[in-house]
């Protein structure tokens, strides 16, 4: 007789091989969950729209500031809820993290570069008010997968942006990018073409050509498997960042695809890729933002 864990991973893998990642609330319902979160806050405004609202998990056996990962979700900009990805807050919550994920603004009500505008602030909310809730504001990290992973790291890269929407981010400690397209010009698809079609200089939205040695220090997670999101994003980052002196690791796990890597963070996939403590090792090893040299 199949193991439990092994029929859910088989019925959950059915499932999303045939529709989009908004089943992901699929796994949050019939999985086997991790224990180590204390408390979920819920539907925390960090603007006034509907979908500018945030949910704050937080671990157990924290006492003192906890480092913070604030993770980004895909769906081609145009898809998602933050409910269906409460598996990521409970896998951070197990390695000590608060986790915060932020809704946001989705096409085709908005266009680039507006579901920016709306993480930069949430991070910005993460940043003001996150010791509240036991958090540490010098250790705050971004984790994102595919479309969330492009927003992530575009929050420690696109300063120009930024400013000039008159918002001065904090630094960004690490960013973690799982699947993420970073270079994707021409726009090829209906997805790119309906968030950037409008953007009249469109050089300025890839995170390849934006990466400085002041970008945080990141890890590039693809799979050899993945055909939504080719691996050559990961790779092409990667190099744009080491030859300008940013710090970079670059991590390819054989035969996983684009949302086997997503799962992977959940408890019933995590053999699957070993991508939980790969960004949590890779965190660990930064030292927080205004440390004082040692």
Same mark, same amino acid.
């Given at each position: ?5 092994? $029929? ?6 059915? $499932?999303?091989?045939?529709?989009? $990642?908004? @089943? ?6 019939? %999985? ?16 006034? /729209? ?13 006492? +003192?500031? &906890? ?8 769906? @081609? ?22 986790? !915060? ?7 085709? +009500? ?11 602030? &949430? ?38 942006? #930024? ?7 904090? !630094?960004?400690?690490?960013? =973690?990018?799982? &699947? ?14 309906? &968030? #950037?079609? +409008? ?36 790779? =092409? ?9 940013? +710090? ?9 695809? /684009? ?6 963070? @959940? ?14 090792? #890779?965190?660990?090893?930064?030292? %927080? ?6």
């Amino acid at each position: 007789m199949l193991r439990y864990t092994t $029929c859910v991973s088989l019925f959950l893998i059915a $499932c999303l091989g045939l529709v989009s $990642c908004t @089943s992901l609330g699929v796994l949050n319902a019939v %999985a086997p969950k991790d224990n180590n979160t204390l408390e979920v806050v819920t539907g925390i405004s960090y603007g006034s /729209h509907q979908r500018q609202q945030l949910d704050i998990y937080l671990p157990k056996g924290v006492d +003192e500031l &906890a480092p913070v990962i604030m993770f980004l979700y895909g769906g @081609s900009w145009k898809n998602g809820k933050r409910q269906d990805y409460a598996f990521v807050g409970h896998a951070f919550n197990t390695k000590g993290y608060i986790t !915060v994920l932020p809704d946001y603004r989705l096409v085709p +009500e908005i266009r680039y570069p507006d579901f920016l505008i709306d993480n930069a602030n &949430a991070l910005l909310w993460v940043y003001n008010h996150i010791e509240q809730y036991g958090g540490d504001q010098n250790r705050i990290f971004v984790v994102g997968h595919s479309a969330g992973a492009y927003n992530g790291v575009m929050l420690g890269l696109a300063d120009a942006l #930024f400013s000039s929407q008159d918002l001065d981010l904090p !630094v960004i400690s690490g960013f =973690a990018g799982l &699947a993420g397209p970073y270079d994707f010009l021409p726009l090829a698809f209906d997805s790119t073409k309906d &968030a #950037f079609g +409008e953007v009249s200089d469109l050089d300025s939205t890839q995170p390849v050509n934006l990466v400085s040695s002041s970008a945080p220090p990141m890890i590039l997670i693809t799979g050899t498997d993945d055909k939504l999101v080719l691996p050559k994003h990961s790779f =092409a980052l990667h190099d744009s960042a080491t030859s300008k002196g940013a +710090e970079s690791t670059l991590v390819t796990y054989q035969d996983v695809g /684009h949302i086997a890597l997503l799962l992977s963070l @959940s408890k019933p996939f995590r053999n699957n890729s070993t991508a939980l403590e790969d960004v949590v090792n #890779f965190f660990q090893g930064i030292k %927080a933002v205004n440390q004082p040299e040692t």
